[in-house]
């Protein structure tokens, strides 16, 4: 089991960047993956890691947190097995390590948001942004 996080950099204030979260190796099959909610944490150090959006088995159900609510965008392709975090008007706030993570027993209609509902974790990639 493998989920690969890519796109993070060093971006100005106001810039934009997406993340991307690549599924692969058992159980993710594009079945297996379309029924897996995902999400995206980030983290500083010295700092618990903390939620930032999630989105359920249908794209139906997402989740934000209140400090990236209108700016972050998550979506999904279940096809490529891939969720994405498009952010925008990005801020020295926004500096920090980002997780995605994956909820493989996730019902429908549920969007999980705590680490502990999360039970595959990516490498992390690194958003810088600068003032």
């Known amino acids: 089991v493998q989920l690969q996080a890519s796109g993070g950099g060093l971006v100005q204030t106001g810039g934009s960047l997406r993340l991307s979260c690549a599924a692969s190796g058992p159980p993710f099959n594009s079945y297996m993956f379309s029924r897996t909610a995902m999400g995206w944490f980030r983290q500083v150090p010295g700092k618990e890691r903390e939620f930032v959006a999630a989105?359920?088995?249908?794209?139906?159900?997402?989740s934000y947190a209140d400090s990236v609510k209108g700016r972050f965008t998550i979506s999904r392709d279940n096809a490529r097995k891939t969720v994405y975090l498009e952010m925008s008007s990005l801020i020295p706030e926004d500096t920090a390590t980002y997780y995605c993570?994956?909820?493989?027993?996730?019902?429908?209609?549920?969007?999980?948001?705590?680490?502990?509902?999360?039970?595959?974790w990516g490498q992390g990639t690194q958003v810088t942004v600068s003032s």
């Open positions: 989105i359920g088995r249908s794209d139906r159900y997402t």
């Open positions: 993570a994956a909820d493989t027993g996730a019902i429908l209609s549920h969007i999980p948001t705590r680490r502990d509902e999360f039970d595959y």
